[in-house]
């Protein structure tokens, strides 16, 4: 079972930066793409990136395009999001989640989710 922790949200600036964590305290992530998806108030969950099993493939939904960046480091078991020039529309629970296939940006396609973490940005 993959239990993911997500971490690192809170209240930010409008122009700044963060970097969101999640970390497996169950199996090893090592065998899942790992996906991160934001849902905003009375909106639908969205598909921010992803990430293949080795790291060496990413993938992000055109509107963060080059201002976000998703990693992973196997051996800690964690996943992270660097998101830059934040903007009030960032403001959104981020959740983290794990499945088959990487490339996936469908949240119907990954099988476990962490809890997710509020990100605030005011301006």
């Known amino acids: 079972q993959v239990q993911l922790v997500e971490s690192g949200g809170g209240l930010f600036q409008a122009g700044g930066s963060l970097r969101l964590s999640c970390a497996s305290s169950?199996?090893?992530?090592?065998?899942?793409?790992m996906g991160w998806f934001r849902q905003a108030p009375g909106k639908e969950r969205e598909f921010v990136s992803s990430i293949n099993r080795s790291g060496s493939r990413t993938y992000y939904t055109d509107s963060v395009r080059g201002l976000v960046t998703i990693s992973r480091d196997n051996a800690k078991n964690t996943v992270y999001l660097q998101m830059n020039s934040l903007k009030p529309e960032d403001t959104a629970v981020y959740y983290c989640?794990?499945?088959?296939?990487?490339?996936?940006?469908?949240?119907?396609?990954?099988?476990?989710w962490g809890q997710g973490t509020q990100v605030t940005v005011s301006s």
């Open positions: 169950g199996r090893t992530i090592s065998g899942y793409g």
């Open positions: 989640a794990a499945g088959p296939y990487a490339s996936a940006t469908s949240a119907s396609q990954y099988q476990y």
